[in-house]
C-alpha cells in the first residue's frame, strides 16, 4: 500500500492505532451483553463492523458518506 493512500486514509478514517483502540473498546463492550453469545455469526460480524465504522467517524472524517452509508448497509445485513 502506497505510502499517499494511507495519508489519505488517515485523514478520512483516522489514525489507524488510535482508531483500533476505539473499534476493539467497542467490540469488548458489545460481547459482554446478554445477547452476545446467543447472535449468530452474521449478526455478530455485522455489529463487529458497525464498530469499525463508529470508530472512522469518531476518528476520522464524520462527514464523509461512506462511514454513514456502510453503517446503514450493515444494519440491514444483521437483520437479515
Given at each position: 500500500?502506497?505510502?499517499?493512500?494511507?495519508?489519505?486514509?488517515?485523514?478520512?478514517?483516522?489514525?489507524?492505532?488510535?482508531?483500533?483502540?476505539?473499534?476493539?473498546?467497542l467490540k469488548e463492550v458489545m460481547s459482554r451483553t446478554v445477547n452476545w453469545?446467543?447472535?449468530?455469526?452474521?449478526?455478530?460480524?455485522?455489529?463487529?463492523?458497525?464498530?469499525?465504522?463508529?470508530?472512522?467517524?469518531?476518528?476520522?472524517?464524520?462527514?464523509?458518506?461512506?462511514?454513514?452509508?456502510?453503517?446503514?448497509?450493515?444494519?440491514?445485513?444483521?437483520?437479515?
Open positions: 500500500m502506497s505510502e499517499a493512500l494511507i495519508a489519505e486514509r488517515g485523514h478520512t478514517h483516522g489514525d489507524f492505532t488510535t482508531r483500533a483502540a476505539t473499534a476493539q473498546a453469545d446467543s447472535l449468530p455469526p452474521s449478526q455478530r460480524e455485522a455489529l463487529d463492523m458497525i464498530a469499525v465504522k463508529l470508530s472512522r467517524i469518531l476518528h476520522g472524517d464524520p462527514s464523509l458518506a461512506d462511514h454513514w452509508d456502510d453503517i446503514a448497509g450493515y444494519a440491514v445485513l444483521g437483520r437479515g
